[in-house]
């Protein structure tokens, strides 16, 4: 499967982003997706996950209750609502998918195929 994210931005602390990932070749509902970030200076980290059917999800503590996940496997497309944005969430967000993947898991790691990255700046 080949991963293609977009929708990152410049946007003030407080305010809020949607990135979408639409993954093109087969099978995409065999996939569970993920999204995951890269700061400046940090290494790669886990943000949120879906399971291939969308009704399971996972999250990283520091986002809960502001980031939800998403998937529409119909039109081959995972989202990841950001609201109340924070400064240290500036990072690199890449879409993620895993291969064999159980129907109910969401996974924080295992990923085989990533996009190309977009990027997310938030301002004071």
């Known amino acids: 499967v080949q991963l293609q994210a977009s929708g990152g931005g410049l946007v003030q602390a407080g305010g809020s982003l949607r990135l979408s990932c639409v993954a093109s070749?087969?099978?995409?509902?065999?996939?569970?997706m993920g999204w995951l970030r890269r700061a400046p200076g940090k290494e790669r980290e886990f943000v949120a996950a879906?399971?291939?059917?969308?009704?399971?999800?996972s999250y990283e503590d520091s986002v809960k209750g502001r980031f939800t996940i998403s998937r529409d496997n119909a039109k081959n497309t995972v989202l990841l609502q950001m609201n109340d944005l924070k400064q240290e969430d500036t990072a690199v967000y890449y879409c993620?998918?895993?291969?064999?993947?159980?129907?109910?898991?969401?996974?924080?790691?295992?990923?085989?195929?990533w996009g190309q990255g977009t990027l997310v700046t938030v301002s004071s």
């Open positions: 879906i399971s291939r059917n969308g009704g399971f999800t």
């Open positions: 070749g087969r099978a995409f509902s065999s996939y569970g």
């Open positions: 993620a998918g895993r291969s064999h993947a159980i129907l109910s898991a969401a996974y924080s790691d295992g990923y085989s195929y």
